[in-house]
């Protein structure tokens, strides 16, 4: 992990909160960083832009993933003579390597690490990076020995293509009721259905995502930034996968179970019901119950 005797993280604001390594955390809007990339407009921003250059040059490095398609921003950082190293935010469309080895090639020069470490592969492994993953709220799991496991389902990603159907986590919900406990998640801006919003997390934030996710046996999700948290977690996710390659683009961990569709690209909603229902089943040692 880079990490020096004093590292800060910017970042974006939703997810600061939730960075529990570095000693300070900022939303990277907050900074100004933009700035560098801005023409000059009168003497209130040319103040901005100098406070800003001035604290730049309190790092001995500056690693950057925000600007390296903005040349009028690498321009100004090389005359200014900032400490600043960018790099590209994306893999190219047609690479064939994992998005977390791509990160690791790019740094590896300062921090000497050539595969993700093996901590960080481990059920609850990544738990130190997320702020309030061990302080989850109190009470939603049942002190009984015997109570059922609690299954998290997530219906919805940043695309309609990446989603199998609501019908089909609707379904799944069916068949794992006898056994489970089961929990919607969504945020405001997502379509659950009303019938379903009396046992779903409606979550505006991600620190409070985080907390009750960690309460979880069980997460189902399609390719998205949830479901990556749900893994960082270190408990057990089932994760569908259609358009995107999970080669490149699934979240890791040892106890990550990865479904894609028969055909490369295909959409996710072709995945049969019957194959997430046995995976699920066998990652929580249910009886072999309906089949479809």
């Known amino acids: 992990m880079l990490r020096g005797s004093y590292t ?44 800003l250059v001035e604290r730049l040059r309190g790092f001995d490095e ?20 900032l400490p600043l190293h960018f790099f590209e935010a994306l893999p190219a469309p047609d690479a064939a390597t994992h998005v977390t080895d791509f990160f690791l090639h790019q740094t590896k020069a300062w921090h000497g690490l050539d595969e993700e470490p093996e901590p960080w592969r481990s059920p609850c492994g990544r738990r130190f990076l997320l702020r309030g993953a061990d302080n989850p709220p109190s009470g939603l799991r049942p002190a009984a020995s015997d109570a059922k496991p609690l299954v998290v389902l997530h219906p919805f990603s940043g695309s309609a293509a990446k989603n199998w159907s609501l019908a089909s986590f609707r379904n799944l919900a069916g068949m794992l009721q006898p056994y489970c406990r089961i929990r919607w998640c969504a945020s405001p801006e997502d379509a659950l259905p009303s019938d379903l919003l009396s046992s779903a997390w409606i979550k505006e934030d991600l620190p409070s995502l985080v907390a009750d996710l960690a309460t979880a046996d069980l997460y189902v999700g399609n390719d998205s930034g949830i479901t990556h948290l749900a893994a960082m977690l270190g408990i057990p996710v089932v994760v569908m996968f259609g358009p995107m390659d999970p080669a490149v683009w699934a979240p890791r961990g040892s106890v990550t179970h990865i479904l894609r569709t028969d055909r490369p690209a295909e959409a996710t909603e072709k995945i049969p019901l019957e194959i997430v229902w046995q995976t699920i089943r066998k990652a929580l040692h249910l009886p072999d119950g309906p089949r479809i």
Do not use: K
């Open 8 to 51: 800060e993280i910017w970042t974006n604001g939703a997810v600061a909160p939730l960075v529990a390594f570095g000693d300070s955390v900022c939303s990277l809007s907050g900074t100004g960083f933009a700035r560098l990339g801005l023409p000059d407009d009168g003497p209130a921003a040319a103040a901005a832009l100098q406070a």
């Open 62 to 81: 500056v690693l950057s993933w925000s600007g390296a398609n903005q040349p009028l921003l690498q321009e100004r950082a090389r005359h200014l003579g």
